[in-house]
């Protein structure tokens, strides 16, 4: 992304004119004539994007990788350990996986940091791609599942709850796993017409889980508030988790829609604008490893 380059329909007028001269030395002269209009250069010239996660974005990356770690592995630690007042915090186990999938994020980042290693190698690229989206996709499935069955959560089936939801995860952040490639030092899905099978079953399965899934919960939950009986979803701050992550799932989409030429930006004004939020977007997850730990503390705050 980032090079909007729109030809004119009718090409800049070239016109050579060839003059031939005979003589012993062969005598050749040229003169070329180009007739350019400032239509034609304006359509020409590049649309350049402001890129927000390059070379020089490493720092981010690594200050948000280590107080991501340093906030999970704490929480982790507390939740773990058997401490009186958190005894009372209900279902630690799924409190503690989500600490562990955002402290696993957490250390998957540096790798794939712009900048980071120029020779990355592919299948570390494939496996830290499917580890990153895996984590994300098991966080998510875990507030689902927590908010769904919190309250009368049998304890039972908690061990079965947790390998579902894991499995799942891994399964889901399969394809991103297939799909990822290394172009020039930097660790990304490729989306083209002739490969595009694997980003699009990708594509769909952040659109289902990051965005789909929380809308869902949100209208149980306002169906159950209007009705005033029945069984529905649990509202709680765990839900502020997916404000990280939905904009990434629309962003994407639209990013491959453009890429594969089934949506046309005719401005450069669009295309800079679709750039500037697909960062962004990208930005808002990562950033959900340091909130993750947050959230959780204040949830167990609020319920002791």
């Not at 980032?2 to 060839?18: F, T, V």
């Not at 034609?40 to 994007?49: E, H």
């Not at 990708?202 to 939950?221: D, E, K, M, R, S």
């Not at 930005?283 to 993750?292: F, Q």
């Amino acid at each position: 992304m980032g090079n909007c380059l729109h030809r004119a329909e009718s090409g800049p007028q070239n016109s050579e004119n060839w003059t031939f001269s005979s003589s012993e030395d062969y005598d050749w002269s040229l003169n070329y004539t180009y007739n350019y209009t400032d239509d034609d250069l304006n359509m020409a010239a590049p649309c350049r994007s402001c890129v927000l996660l390059d070379d020089t974005s490493l720092p981010f990356f690594a200050i948000t990788s280590a107080l991501g770690i340093l906030g999970g592995g704490i929480l982790l630690f507390a939740l773990l350990k058997p401490l009186a007042c958190w005894n009372l915090c209900p279902d630690r186990t799924i409190l503690a996986q989500l600490a562990g999938g955002s402290t696993l994020f957490s250390i998957v980042l540096p790798i794939l940091a712009p900048g980071w290693n120029p020779a990355l190698d592919t299948v570390v690229c494939c496996m830290a791609h499917g580890l990153w989206y895996a984590s994300a996709f098991a966080q998510a499935l875990l507030v689902c599942a927590y908010s769904c069955l919190g309250p009368e959560l049998n304890q039972s089936w908690l061990l079965k709850l947790s390998l579902a939801v894991w499995s799942v995860a891994l399964l889901m952040a399969l394809p991103v796993t297939l799909a990822s490639d290394v172009v020039s030092g930097f660790c990304i899905l490729p989306i083209s017409n002739d490969e595009w099978v694997w980003p699009w079953i990708h594509i769909v399965a952040c659109i289902v889980i990051f965005l789909i899934l929380p809308l869902g919960l949100v209208q149980g939950w306002a169906i159950q508030r209007v009705k005033g009986r029945g069984s529905g979803p649990w509202a709680n701050v765990l839900w502020v988790w997916f404000l990280f992550w939905w904009l990434h799932a629309i962003m994407i989409g639209l990013d491959a829609l453009v890429r594969t030429e089934n949506l046309s930006m005719h401005t450069c004004f669009a295309q800079q604008t679709l750039d500037f939020l697909l960062q962004s977007a990208e930005i808002l997850g990562i950033l959900h490893c340091l909130a993750t730990p947050l959230l959780l503390a204040l949830f167990c705050h609020r319920a002791t």
